[in-house]
Structures are given as structure tokens and as C-alpha cells.
């Protein structure tokens, strides 16, 4: 479905919501139908947010809202909207180039609109490295046999082989690692743009999220969490 058929379906929804939503509401509604601004930003209160948040059409227009917003403001900038999304699903339908889902986590609680997945890509030579020498002592480490009485950490003997191989797999992608290309310096430079424009729109910047956990044989990458009462914003930045 076009934009502009979808918007005038959404506005259409709004107005058979008169006995059931205030009139506030209901212009909240069609300003964001209209892209005046971003759903993620704090327009309207917690609690009003939350009742909204019960609602499908509110669902319906905020996933409008995202992708119409991002779209118009990276094609303003000559960003594909691939570069720092995934694709956007829900029902089994795809809506956009991010990614939304209304689960994950394994079935931990969650947002009750849904999550929204950005990727920036940087090169940082010196975390590389880094990552290259945490990979070789691991291996030292988990090709010692359990008889020998150093513990194999994160792991069962059976699983021995395939953690090394894994380990191995990491190593020799790092190692391989050249200078890096023109489309690569391209890449890197446009999903730091792209992020910027995205989570500027949110009214979100680098001090808002909090760092989680990765794997631990992955030290060149890094997850980032912004959690909103019905939204999660989760960034990863990844070394290339």
C-alpha cells in the first residue's frame, strides 16, 4: 500500500474513534499521521501514552510514523533507508527497511508497541587488535583438556571442538581484515549520518542509552538500549 493511501486509511480511523478517544487525543493522532514530528519524541504524558498504547490504531500510526519519517528524512539526505535498518515486519507483513518487531528477548517483557533495530558501522584498528588477542588466549585456553585441571570456561567437553572452531572462524576473519575499501568508507560514513538524522528525530543522543552485554568472544561490537514505555531502541555498532 502507497503512503499517501495508507495516511488517508489511518485518518479515516481516527474519525470513527470520536466516541471512544478525546478530541487531544485524536489531534495527537493526526499530527503524527501528518509526520509533524517523531512518536518516539515526549509529546504527550506518560499515563497518556500508556492508554494510547492499548490502542490498535495508535499501533497502526506509530509504525506509520517511523517508517514514513525515516523514510522522507534519509531520502532528504540520499540515504538508502537499508543503511541503518533491518526490515520492518508485523502480522507477517513487511512495512519498511528496519526492523519492528512486537516480541523478543525470549519471551521477557516487552514494549507493547515494539522494537526498533539500528546499525552503525565504524573501524577502530586498536579494538581489533584487541579482539585478535582475546581470540588467541582463548584458544590457549580451551584447547587445555579438563584433565590437566584448568576449567574450559562457557563450555562442556563435548562442545570443545565446536567453540574452538567457532573461535577459529573469528580469528581468521580478523586477521584477514584490509584497508578498507571505497564502498566501506562510504558505509561507515553513511550509517553514522543516518543514525545521527534518525535519533536526533527521536530526541535521543548517545548519553540516553545504556551498554549490554555481547557475547563474550565479541568485543568489537557493541549493543546499546534505550527502553520507552512502549518502544525499545536498540543500536548496534559494529567494527569492519
Known amino acids: 500500500m502507497e503512503l ?3 495516511k488517508i486509511e489511518l485518518k479515516e480511523k481516527v474519525d470513527s474513534t470520536k ?11 493526526n499530527s503524527l499521521i ?8 515526549d509529546y504527550i504524558s506518560k499515563e497518556e501514552r500508556e492508554v494510547l498504547s492499548d490502542l490498535k490504531v495508535y499501533k497502526e500510526i506509530a509504525i506509520y510514523n517511523i517508517f514514513a519519517r525515516a523514510e ?13 535498518f533491518k526490515t520492518l515486519k508485523l502480522d507477517s507483513k513487511i512495512y519498511s527497511d528496519f526492523l519492528y518487531l512486537e516480541e523478543y528477548n525470549n519471551g521477557q517483557e516487552t514494549p507493547k ?18 579482539q585478535r588477542n582475546f581470540l588467541r588466549h582463548y584458544l590457549e585456553t580451551i584447547k587445555i583438556t579438563p584433565s590437566s585441571g584448568v576449567r574450559i570456561p562457557f563450555i562442556r567437553k563435548k562442545q570443545q571442538k565446536e567453540e574452538i572452531a567457532y573461535c577459529n572462524r573469528l580469528l581468521t576473519d580478523l586477521e584477514s581484515i ?18 545521527e538524522i534518525i535519533l536526533n528525530d527521536y530526541g535521543i543522543t548517545s548519553f540516553d542509552y545504556e551498554e549490554l552485554p555481547n557475547n563474550p568472544h565479541v568485543i568489537y561490537e557493541k549493543t ?17
Open 72 to 84: 522522507k528524512l534519509l531520502k532528504e539526505n540520499g540515504i538508502p533507508a537499508n543503511i541503518p
Open 19 to 29: 466516541k471512544v478517544i478525546l478530541p487531544q487525543s485524536r489531534e495527537y493522532l
Open 178 to 195: 584490509e584497508e578498507l575499501t571505497e564502498q566501506q568508507e562510504r558505509l561507515i560514513e553513511m550509517s553514522k549520518k543516518a543514525n
Open 34 to 41: 501528518e509526520l509533524e514530528f517523531s512518536v518516539i519524541r
Open 224 to 240: 546499546l538500549v534505550k527502553t520507552k514505555p512502549d518502544f525499545e531502541i536498540r543500536k548496534w555498532v559494529r567494527n569492519i
Open 113 to 130: 508497541i515494539g522494537s526498533i533495530r539500528l546499525y552503525e558501522f565504524t573501524r577502530d584498528e586498536k579494538l581489533q587488535e584487541s
Open 4 to 6: 499517501t493511501d495508507r
